[in-house]
């Protein structure tokens, strides 16, 4: 079941790291997820692009929700990140899709594309696996 806006009402939407940041949950069920975050000055390193805490992040955030769109709550025991080009751009989508998912255990894919002048960019894939936590 989804709300009206595509968003599975059992994952919640209220963390206070991705507030902090700035993101912007635009889809969030069966298994994939995909959110959105302004680039400011404050998350950029000192090339000027998106810095890699903030970019490797957002892979494990896209992939954790878009777990816990299939497995409830969840709580990532590791993540692996490939920073493919620099994270130049106005924003950052990040995409989260299930792989696999058991009863305990969840593996996730998450991709993270720059946005500059409204063309998207691959900056950053990544794996996470994910377990269901009561």
């Given at each position: ?67 816990s769109?299939?497995?409830?709550r969840?709580?990532?025991?590791e ?56």
């Amino acid at each position: 079941m989804t709300t009206e806006n595509g968003l599975d009402p059992k994952v919640g939407f209220n963390s206070p790291f991705t507030a902090l940041l700035g993101m912007e949950v635009k889809s969030c069920v069966d298994g994939r997820s995909e959110i959105e975050l302004p680039v400011r000055k404050e998350l950029t390193q000192y090339h000027g692009f998106a810095h890699g805490v903030v970019v490797g992040g957002l892979v494990d955030i896209v992939c954790a929700w878009a777990a816990s769109s299939v497995a409830g709550r969840v709580v990532t025991t590791e993540y692996k990140v490939n920073f493919l080009a620099p994270a130049v751009g106005e924003r950052l989508i990040g995409r989260g899709q299930v792989v696999k998912a058991t009863r305990r255990q969840i593996v996730c894919r998450g991709d993270v594309y720059a946005v500059q002048d409204g063309r998207e960019k691959l900056a950053a894939t990544g794996l996470a696996t994910l377990m269901t936590v009561e």
